[in-house]
C-alpha cells in the first residue's frame, strides 16, 4: 500500500500547522488508493542543522536527525502543511529539509497551504527547494485564507472551495506518487539510453 507522510510545517506554540494536518487526514481516509499519516515535526526536536558533511553525503550523525531521516524514509509521498512567515516558509520547515537527501529523492509531493494570501508564496518557495531535492510536486494544492478559513483568525474553519480542492490534489499526487515509485525501482531507462 502506498503511504504517505501528512508533514507539519510549523512547531511554534498557537500553531494551525497540526489541526490543519489531523483535517488532511480525516478527508484523506476516504482515499482508498493510500494510507496516510501524521508526521509533526515538533516531535523530532531538530537542533539548527550543523552536520560535517551534506545529507547528499550520508545519514544525519545526530541522534535527532537519524530519527527524522528513519521517518521521512518510511514514505512514498508526501503533503506538506505550508504556513506563510514572510512570504515563504518557516524556519522550522526549512531546517527540517535540510537534514534530508536520498529518503525524499524520485518520491512525490502536494501542498496545503495557509495563510494572508493562502501561502501561496511560501509554497513556491518550497516547489524550488524540493525541486533540487529531486522531489516531484504536484500542480493542485489547498489554499486556506486566514481571512475566510479561521474564525477570528484563530479557529479553523475550512470553507467549501478549499475543502473542494483537496480530492483533486490527492488524486494527482497518488498519481505521482505511483509513477516515481516505478522510477525508484528503476523501470524507466535515462534518456538516450540503449532499449
Not at 26 to 45: K, L, M, R, S, Y
Amino acid at each position: 500500500m502506498t503511504k504517505i507522510a501528512i508533514v507539519t510545517g510549523s512547531v511554534r506554540p498557537g500553531r494551525q500547522s497540526l489541526t490543519i494536518a489531523e483535517w488532511v487526514k480525516a478527508q484523506a481516509a476516504e482515499h482508498a488508493a493510500a494510507e496516510f499519516e501524521v508526521v509533526d515535526i515538533a516531535d523530532f526536536n531538530l537542533p539548527v542543522w550543523a552536520e560535517a558533511t551534506p545529507p547528499s553525503w550520508g545519514a544525519p550523525q545526530t541522534a535527532e536527525g537519524q530519527a527524522w531521516s528513519a521517518k521521512m524514509s518510511e514514505f512514498d509521498g508526501y503533503i506538506f502543511i505550508v504556513s506563510e512567515y514572510n512570504h515563504s516558509i518557516t524556519g522550522a520547515l526549512k531546517n527540517a529539509l535540510d537534514y534530508l537527501g536520498s529518503e525524499v529523492n524520485n518520491k512525490a509531493a502536494a501542498f496545503v497551504s495557509y495563510g494572508s494570501a493562502g501561502g501561496a508564496r511560501a509554497v513556491e518557495h518550497l516547489r524550488g527547494i524540493l525541486s533540487e531535492m529531486q522531489v516531484a510536486h504536484v500542480r493542485a494544492s489547498v489554499q486556506f485564507s486566514l481571512f475566510h478559513d479561521f474564525e477570528n483568525f484563530a479557529t479553523f474553519t475550512p470553507g467549501p472551495a478549499a475543502t473542494e480542492a483537496l480530492a483533486p490534489a490527492l488524486d494527482q499526487l497518488i498519481t505521482w506518487t505511483k509513477a516515481m515509485e516505478a522510477v525508484r525501482e528503476g523501470a524507466f531507462s535515462p534518456v538516450g539510453a540503449e532499449a
